[in-house]
């Protein structure tokens, strides 16, 4: 069975800095894996989603990279702003359903 | 265009009685899931449909949950004897066709479902 982690499962930054989050998972045989997003109440919203045949992708101050071999992902978001402060949840794709971290909860303070 | 839509967005029960929770998908998307959202247990996945076909029941929890599509569209999963422990909240997703495993995965904003 497919394990997702987390790490950390906390954050707190001030604004302007340039982060990382972790994800790490068990199982390599994945089609792709994706980043959400989480805000207190609301539902997820999908960032980014790597192929399992891609090593990374970006969308504005957002990057993620994948490596299959070694089981890990990671979120960069750079320049951070008091906005991203959220819950950010990976989940690797091994067919139809999801299997997701517990998340890293982000707070970027002004 | 309009996204997942889920109602209610909140429910309050009791112990022992029946719910059902809705779950409107994204409009041409054949594909649906449900996950639920534990406080300290994360998301887990529940069910899938592929059209009005479950192929995977795997993920509910015991023979209380089920769940149904219509029409290739709406979605009801209907919770019975509620229980304590099914307190949770549930997400309802809808991808294009959910075949190619490469798609991303839409999701509603959720009921949350407190049991008293």
Redesign the interface.
């Known amino acids: 069975k497919q394990e997702v982690t987390q790490i950390p499962a906390a954050l707190s930054v001030p604004e302007g800095e340039n982060l990382v989050l972790n994800c790490s998972f068990t199982d390599s045989a994945i ?2 894996l ?1 980043w ?1 997003r989480q805000d207190p ?6 960032l980014l ?1 790597i ?1 399992s045949s891609q090593r990374e992708q970006t969308s504005g101050r957002l990057n993620a990279s994948l490596d299959k071999s070694s089981g890990r992902s990671t979120l960069y978001i750079a320049a951070s702003q008091p906005g991203d402060s959220a819950t950010y ?1 990976c ?1 690797t ?1 091994s ?9 890293t909860s982000l707070l970027v303070t002004p | 265009g309009a996204g997942v839509s889920q109602s209610p967005s909140n429910k309050v029960t009791e112990k022992g009685k029946d719910v059902e929770l809705r779950c409107d998908p994204i409009s041409g998307h054949t594909a649906l899931y449900w996950y639920r959202q534990s406080l300290g247990q994360g998301l887990e996945f529940l069910i899938y449909f592929q059209g009005n076909s479950a192929p995977d029941k795997s993920g509910l929890p015991s023979d209380r949950f089920s769940a149904e599509r219509t029409g290739g569209s709406v979605s009801t999963l209907t919770i019975q004897r509620t229980q304590q422990e099914d307190s949770a909240v549930y997400l309802c997703a809808s991808s294009y066709s959910g075949g190619a495993f490469q798609e991303t995965q839409y999701f509603g904003p959720g009921t949350r479902l407190l049991v008293l």
């Open positions: 089609y792709n994706q959400f109440g609301k539902g997820l919203t999908s989603l192929q949840l989940a794709n067919g139809y359903a999801l299997n997701f971290g517990k998340g």
